[in-house]
């Protein structure tokens, strides 16, 4: 359900940009009071032969928007109305929890791809939607396009980690916030109280090296991100930094909340079509948690390469092909030991969610 | 002299580390109460044995720290000591004003280049001072590794567009920072009173795109970020955004201060000079901003591969030749309309330092 309305508020967001994303000229700095009312809009630049009494000339220094940074704009704002839907309707809707999303969207020669998280838990809904021209993913996410065999990445992780400063600098501003339990402070491992006046390894939110600092009261608290690689945490609760819902998610049996600290908004990456000559082995891989878990990017490209050359080139259902070889092999076969893949490690348990987006298209080639 | 004391900061930082840092064995994560009094220090990793009550399993989850990541840590607080020293020291040592600031130190197989800054202005002093593993460049910084004739930067510029992110955020939550006088939205362009319930383009410290958003009253405000390019200033009154010292620095006719939003810290990069077989012509080129104003990293590496190969490979003359010849194209000539590049444009009127450092060593190869 969730992927669904994400997927009404980026269209909401980007029809309201449909005729300036159409005018090749750049688009407008300031538009009229009422933009639906008056589709003609009229750019305030066109004021610009008057000056105001009280502007000096820096005033009117105008800065270059591109229209890519008003797709990136409306798809940014999308996952913030998403977020503040669910706020509102978490009651009447019994949504509980939340969600990482990954939406990939295609517009005007370009792929947008939005991600916001990298979440192994607190799942909203894995219900996912594909749609000729916007995929969403709500779950883990990972994007990776694969063009001659490299591997570009689309997506990067939002974990306590890769966060680390954002998280420490706004519990340094907001201290509030972590309720007398936490210190915004990161340490290899949790201090006892009988290292107080010993020196140990720290860092803050300017830090990316480690020094060491005297132990005093305050710093046996325990650090606001803790733990490392998968089992990194924030407030020794969450392993995701962005995504939406989770309005309610509170430290455990505490009264400390977590939402401050998530962002809801992705990182947008725009992939640009018309830059190269793409063939149809050249391919936008979108996939859950229950993929990225068990593989990695160059297990993913050598499967996709696999199974493409095992097809013609122009068979429609070799990209079908591709995402169900890559759902099977990261499920596992049933063995006494349970779900085991190929080097009999345990197959992925959670949701497996694979898209294979042609970028070369289907069909156009003999 | 701000170069200087640097230098001692840096040297007093890692004079702590010197044992841990020749200790093959991961850094200890504590240290005993005075390190310093008892040079057998004992980590009190040592202590794992017993498990106090209190503690669950995942308390004594430990991270890797790295001997590289305590460098890094101590460079970092070096400078961090290093501005602390200016606030306390600023009236008795008449020093107003700041600078930014360069390091590279080369340090057991790497070169740690640290860098806090990117400014045309304000320099509180221009003396540089080179010595034999540590050089300092108080100034506009910019360094990179030109090896094989491929260009690796080791620097990137902190300006109010770079950082802009970091800066909107701060002032949203700290909004008395602002004094009333600014915004932490960023406009394309200053918005106008008549504007009033127009929609305009703005970004907040979440987006990386564009949107429109309609005016309001506190939009009328002048934007914290504004301008653009060499133009872009924070607060209308600085173009950079780390930097050492600046602690009584206003905005003009105002009792707002800047100094809440500089950042101190630099970046460091770290360059493995074991990890490759370096020749003869592989260098590491510092400069001030007198350099990087009128020129960029390809004519930097192309007048230093010209010159380089003008000399035989063992001549140590070779690279002091090139930072010779680097500062002289930066100067120009003197014409008729004053001093003049090359290209005619205006040469560099700033204080112009380079240095040209071999990473295989002169004398090293016949």
Tied chains: 1, 2.
Excluded at 97 to 108: K, N, R
Excluded at 311 to 339: F, H, I
Aim: net charge negative.
């Amino acid at each position: 359900m969730a992927s669904e309305r994400l997927h009404l508020h980026i269209c909401e967001q980007l029809r309201d940009l449909v005729e300036i994303l159409q005018d090749p000229s750049p688009p407008p700095i300031c538009l009229p009071h009422d933009a639906s009312a008056d589709p003609d809009h009229v750019s305030c630049a066109e004021d610009h032969g008057e000056v105001p009494n009280d502007a000096v000339p820096r005033f009117h220094l105008e800065k270059a928007v591109s229209h890519e940074s008003l797709v990136i704009g409306a798809i940014e704002n999308a996952f913030k109305h998403m977020d503040d839907q669910i706020e509102r309707e978490r009651g009447s809707q019994h949504l509980a929890g939340g969600c990482c999303a990954l939406a990939a969207i295609y517009l005007m020669g370009k792929f947008y791809v939005a991600n916001a998280g990298d979440s192994r838990h607190l799942l909203l809904d894995q219900a996912v939607q594909a749609l000729p021209d916007l995929a969403l993913n709500i779950s883990k996410n990972g994007a990776i396009i694969i063009r001659n065999g490299e591997i570009i990445p689309m997506s990067r992780e939002f974990t306590p980690e890769t966060e680390r400063q954002r998280l420490q600098f706004l519990a340094l501003l907001k201290p509030e916030l972590l309720g007398k339990e936490f210190t915004h402070l990161e340490f290899p491992r949790r201090v006892q109280p009988k290292e107080l006046g010993k020196k140990m390894l720290y860092r803050d939110q300017n830090m990316n090296g480690w020094a060491y600092k005297k132990i005093e009261e305050a710093d046996l608290k325990f650090p606001l991100i803790f733990g490392e690689g998968k089992k990194a945490r924030m407030m020794a609760t969450i392993g995701v930094t962005r995504g939406l819902g989770d309005h309610d998610l509170k430290v455990f049996s505490s009264n400390i909340h977590i939402k401050p600290f998530l962002s809801c908004f992705p990182e947008v990456r725009v992939y640009d079509l018309t830059q190269y000559e793409h063939c149809p082995d050249d391919v936008l891989v979108l996939g859950t948690d229950g993929l990225w878990d068990v593989t990695n990017d160059q297990e993913v490209a050598g499967v996709v390469m696999e199974v493409l050359t095992s097809y013609e080139p122009n068979d429609p259902c070799r990209y079908t092909m591709v995402a169900q070889e890559l759902v099977v092999r990261s499920r596992g076969v049933l063995k006494e030991r349970g779900w085991r893949l190929a080097n009999d490690k345990l197959g992925s348990g959670d949701d497996i969610s694979v898209f294979v987006i042609p970028l070369g298209g289907p069909g156009n080639y003999t």
